[in-house]
């Protein structure tokens, strides 16, 4: 083969698969928090969109849980477009997900026997393209299972999220195994606010940013999502970046 026919083939093998690399993985840029705080500590500036993010309870109590998953919840409520929500146990109270902004009319339930079943669905369905966001609840996420969800979340651009709920203490320490998640995060119910008249205050939460893949751990002081789905800064907070002293993982 002459050097000028090479030179052309591999010219057109190249056009080939820059044209199959554009098809098969969409840039679908971020989803900020609207936190100027916790944006700031985020590459990009906000949770990506074509990526798996995992968020959890601080403990093994259902209370955190429950706010993980509302936390999960609010996220996929500032999305476009329908929502599947993957689980075994459909134990889910729905007027509390309308009060963080995710109305039940956007929600696609996706129910199965064992997690296996939860995984291969949030695959399937990340893989679709169409959807705002993919949720799954589960409590182990082995690495290769968590790859394959990060990998089809980066072909399709979709946000998928995977909350760990366990029921059991033993479960939770599932939660420290290494995944292909692009950010963890960690979700502990604290005092609510207290209002200027005596009634309920607005729920808070511990936000604990706990790996962010080239990016910062960090901790804040949150008021809970409100009906769009929003959360804030708690007025006793500040950024707590780095007070474990915990290094920068770029894991």
């Not at 609207?34 to 500036?45: F, M, R, S, T």
């Not at 329908?82 to 009060?99: E, G, N, Y």
């Not at 609840?137 to 909350?163: F, H, Y």
């Amino acid at each position: 083969m002459s050097a000028v026919l090479r030179d052309q083939v591999l010219a057109e093998l190249r056009e080939r698969i820059s044209s199959i690399e554009g098809e098969g993985v969409k840039r679908a840029g971020f989803l900020p928090f609207g936190v100027p705080e916790i944006d700031a500590v985020l590459p990009g500036g906000g949770l990506a969109h074509g990526a798996l993010h995992e968020f959890a309870g601080g403990g093994s109590g259902t209370v955190d849980g429950a706010a993980a998953a509302l936390m999960a919840a609010g996220i996929a409520a500032r999305t476009k477009g329908r929502v599947a929500w993957c689980l075994t146990r459909p134990d889910l109270f729905m007027p509390a997900l309308a009060q963080v902004g995710l109305h039940p009319d956007r929600i696609v339930f996706v129910e199965g026997d064992r997690e296996e079943d939860v995984l291969a669905s949030m695959e399937e369905c990340i893989s679709y393209g169409g959807l705002g966001a993919v949720v799954g609840e589960l409590v182990r996420l082995p690495m290769v299972a968590s790859r394959r969800l990060q990998l089809a979340a980066e072909r399709t651009g979709t946000i998928a999220i995977a909350v760990r709920r366990w029921r059991r203490q033993t479960e939770a320490n599932d939660f420290g195994q290494p995944t292909a998640s692009t950010t963890r995060w960690r979700v502990s119910v604290l005092p609510s606010e207290e209002l200027p008249v005596p009634g309920l205050g607005r729920a808070r939460w511990l936000l604990e940013l706990m790996r962010s893949r080239a990016g910062e751990c960090a901790e804040f002081e949150i008021g809970a999502c409100d009906d769009k789905g929003c959360i804030h800064l708690s007025s006793r907070s500040g950024n707590r970046s780095d007070t474990s002293g915990r290094s920068r993982n770029t894991a």
